[in-house]
């Protein structure tokens, strides 16, 4: 099969891979049908997260077909199909992740098993590929209905629920002004949940055209930072002085620019991998 594999910091090759098979009986196999490119793995690219490994599968943002179960899968069956999310809890299950000792060792706390995001997180082949092994396929996979394209949920894999939940950690009230820092895709996401969830104002901060163009469209108003000399004196100056009752930071580790937050993230992940 083909797959999107890790080759090196700043380096992806598209190349043929074994197709995967069942090993566990709680196994299933995945024919991709859609998948995604996430923000983090952005950290993989940029050499941030360590032991990722020359060929490793890349992609934990997918969906698809099932093709094979293993014997002791009997919810599922070939010909459905199904997204595999970070559902409820499951994302923070202990039992999924072999090398759990290599976060609690980086990280002082254990990790759940990941596709496609290094031997950290249990190194299992990721599903920027024709077909993938999804193990617990008893739990995690989610089947479903016909008639819904897959355009319509695959972002129900990773980053709608990662929008929204930045969002309802926000606590908003109805009426709120929510400032959010970042618009790809999970700024996005950010963007309608927070409205969903009652904010009066949106204030969506970014530099790209693009992205700005599609947080208004939403509703949000708009800053771009590049166009004003101070982020914090202009939503203080559109919020009448109050300041947002909310903020979302939908950037992250590899914010543009050179503050002491970037340098010192930059920093921290160096020395983990010394």
Request: net charge negative; hydrophobic share 40%.
């Amino acid at each position: 099969m083909k797959a999107a594999c890790f080759w090196g910091k700043g380096e992806v090759r598209v190349v043929d891979a074994p197709d995967p098979e069942i090993i566990n009986p709680h196994d299933a196999i995945v024919r991709v049908t859609l998948t995604a490119i996430c923000g983090s793995d952005l950290h993989l690219y940029d050499g941030y997260i360590p032991t990722m490994m020359k060929g490793d599968i890349l992609g934990h943002e997918f969906m698809g077909e099932v093709v094979e179960v293993g014997p002791d899968v009997k919810n599922l069956k070939a010909g459905d199909r199904v997204i595999v999310p970070k559902n409820e809890m499951y994302s923070l299950c202990d039992n999924t992740n072999q090398n759990a000792w290599m976060t609690e060792a980086l990280y002082g706390h254990s990790g759940a098993g990941l596709f496609g995001y290094s031997h950290l997180y249990g190194g299992y082949a990721g599903g920027q590929a024709q077909y993938v092994r999804v193990p617990f396929a008893d739990v995690g996979p989610l089947k479903i209905p016909n008639g819904i394209p897959d355009e319509k949920v695959l972002f129900l894999t990773d980053i709608f629920p990662t929008g929204f939940m930045a969002a309802d950690n926000c606590d908003i009230k109805d009426g709120d002004t929510v400032a959010i820092w970042g618009c790809g895709p999970v700024g996005q996401f950010a963007i309608k949940s927070a409205f969903m969830l009652g904010a009066g104002r949106v204030i969506a901060i970014d530099r790209f055209p693009e992205r700005l163009r599609l947080a208004q469209e939403s509703g949000a108003e708009i800053v771009n930072y590049d166009e004003v000399d101070d982020v914090y004196d202009t939503l203080q100056e559109m919020t009448g002085g109050l300041g947002p009752d909310a903020c979302i930071d939908a950037v992250g580790m590899e914010a543009h620019g050179s503050t002491l937050d970037a340098w010192y993230d930059r920093a921290k992940q160096t020395m983990r991998r010394s």
